[in-house]
């Protein structure tokens, strides 16, 4: 399967808080809710469209909670996201998570990188993260990432956790796809490409 990691962020990087206001007040952020609303019906589209596309969805411990108390409580299958994630495998890292709650979820722990190899193995698909940001970066470090959705909203948020950290891995990124939406949002499918070019003179 192909990993694929799907985030929104703002144009300084920020990815914490961006659904309800109150979602995630870690650190004591603050500006929650700066994506909620964001982005035209060809985003929401593209955003269905990838969940739809999903075999298996992969989260950090913290979204997993988040979206198992939403999206896993819903029963309207109908829904792209909550159909998908709600009758998908489920795939969540964490050393002290023991009774995961939602159905058809299995809990990664011990040697995550090995785990996570064999689900890439298996044939065909997409194995994808939402949110998750600190499985990202871990994801990154690890060279464990195919493809990335970045969804851009036209906001500068001036604090809280970022996507990229501040002293991290340095990664070469090939533009796959690029467009913008009519609210000014922007998606950019990127896949990592090794280590930059840097000039030597």
Excluded: C
């Excluded at 990154?140 to 991290?168: C, H, K, S, W, Y």
């Amino acid at each position: 399967m192909k990993l694929t990691t799907t985030t929104q962020v703002s144009v300084d990087g920020v990815m914490q808080g961006n659904g309800a206001s109150d979602d995630d007040r870690r650190s004591g952020f603050e500006r929650g809710g700066w994506a909620l609303g964001a982005g035209d019906n060809e985003t929401r589209a593209f955003i269905n469209q990838t969940y739809q596309s999903a075999n298996a969805f992969l989260f950090g411990r913290w979204t997993y909670e988040l979206f198992a108390g939403y999206w896993g409580v819903r029963e309207d299958l109908e829904n792209p996201i909550v159909g998908a994630l709600n009758t998908r495998p489920k795939y969540v890292v964490s050393n002290t998570l023991t009774d995961a709650q939602w159905a058809d979820t299995t809990v990664l722990s011990g040697d995550v990188a090995a785990a996570i190899g064999e689900l890439k193995a298996r044939p065909g698909g997409e194995l994808q993260v939402h949110g998750s940001g600190v499985l990202i970066r871990w994801l990154l470090a690890n060279e464990l990432v195919d493809e990335m959705n970045l969804l851009i909203v036209p906001v500068v948020i001036g604090q809280g956790t970022r996507l990229f950290p501040g002293n991290g891995p340095d990664i070469a990124l090939d533009l796959v796809d690029s467009r913008a939406d009519s609210k000014g949002v922007t998606i950019q499918v990127y896949r990592p490409a090794g280590r930059p070019q840097y000039a030597t003179g």
